[in-house]
């Protein structure tokens, strides 16, 4: 069955410094993969996807991500970090039918000053 | 602009009641979504709808139903059979049309008093 992993729950990152947050699928084909952000209280908003060819794609905000086939992970970047960066990241990977996604749990970024 | 509407943003129910929860979108979007969101658990999916007049039960439909009479409306209706009803509701929708792109709205906080 497909699962996503995020294996960080929280992340504490200074403003200015890079980011990376983990993520771990498993699926049996080329998957599709999705990133997604979401500010307290509110809906989700697509980060980026990968679907096919480059293995690294560009995002909105400044992210990016690298689907790595043999490490089946798809994990996100930026090399500089804003406290408006500051939200839940969630990953997804799609299902293979009806367009569903399978969700990671979050990673919750958290900003120093 | 396009986009999903949710309302009410803030929903508090007494023990006993059914409430609706309103999902309109304007996008011409043919999939539509409703997903449970907890703290600590990520996403989990209800119900979806592909097509008008046709839905079909997510992970954890048990407690809830919903209605597709037009394609631009999914409303989810959280019954008195749900247990445990206070949890922050998205609803989102996709084209289908391999963009894979799920748009969101910015989700309805239920409370149950």
């Known amino acids: 069955a497909q699962s996503v992993t995020q294996p960080d729950i929280h992340i504490t990152v200074s403003e200015g410094a890079s980011l990376e947050l983990r993520c771990n699928y498993s699926y049996g084909a080329t998957p599709y993969l999705f990133w997604y952000v979401q500010s307290p209280g509110q809906g989700l908003q697509l980060l980026l996807k990968y679907f096919s060819g480059d293995t690294l794609v560009q995002g909105i905000k400044g992210f990016e991500a690298e689907f790595k086939r043999s490490q089946s992970s798809f994990n996100l970047r930026k090399p500089s970090v804003h406290w408006s960066d500051a939200a839940e990241y969630f990953c997804a990977v799609e299902k293979g039918s009806n367009y569903q996604l399978i969700w990671g749990a979050g990673t919750k970024l958290i900003i120093k000053p | ?113």
């Open chain 2, 1 to 113: 602009d396009g986009g999903i509407t949710q309302s009410p943003k803030y929903l508090f129910r007494k023990e006993g009641q059914n409430v609706t929860l309103s999902c309109e979108q304007n996008l011409n979007h043919d999939a539509m979504y409703w997903y449970r969101q907890d703290p600590g658990q990520g996403l989990r999916l209800i119900y979806y709808s592909q097509i008008v007049n046709d839905f079909q039960k997510g992970d954890i439909a048990e407690g809830y139903s919903v209605s597709r009479e037009k394609k631009e409306s999914f409303p989810l209706t959280v019954t008195s059979a749900q247990k445990n009803p206070t949890a922050f509701y998205l609803c989102a929708s996709t084209t289908g049309d391999g963009n894979y792109g799920y748009t969101f709205g910015s989700g309805t906080r239920l409370t149950v008093v």
